[in-house]
């Protein structure tokens, strides 16, 4: 006689519900990740537009103002970059709570099926036990 749990199939969707969790979890970290070496990038790139325009005593006027426009564009940018990190630091911690989630639960099923194949497993030795016992009564009394 074999062990089979009766809520196999919950168990393995609940298992799928998990990885999908996970992959997830995973894809919105390297979003998160790569958002951040840009942001990186923009910040040097801002020192860099910013050593520039502090050689202003050898600069034309035009330079000056090109200069300017460079910081600018480069703080929009930032500012963009930021507040699209913080909307995926949201999304990042929502899913992070999700995979907890799918993980509780997932560990829940998988612990009803150890102890359902447990209580099986005794069952089984105990149904073996009987049936030893009855056969050793039924020598004994052949005698």
């Known amino acids: ?24 979890y995973g894809t919105i970290k390297l979003q998160q990740l ?60 929502q899913k992070y709570q999700v995979l907890i989630e799918k993980t509780q639960e997932s560990k829940m099923w998988n612990k009803w099926k150890d102890k359902s194949k447990e209580i099986f497993q005794k069952e089984l030795l105990q149904k073996e036990q009987a049936m030893l016992d009855e056969m050793a009564v039924l020598r004994y009394t052949r005698k």
């Open 1 to 24: 006689m074999k062990f089979q749990f009766s809520f196999q199939k919950v168990l393995d969707f609940k298992e799928k519900e998990k990885e999908i969790a996970e992959q997830e």
């Open 34 to 93: 790569e958002l951040e070496e840009q942001l990186e990038d923009l910040e040097t790139e801002k020192d860099q537009a910013f050593n520039l325009y502090d050689d202003v005593h050898k600069k034309s006027i035009m330079e000056i103002v090109v200069a300017q426009n460079n910081i600018e564009y480069v703080n929009r940018q930032i500012k963009q970059l930021e507040s699209k990190s913080q909307l995926i630091h949201q999304e990042a911690e």
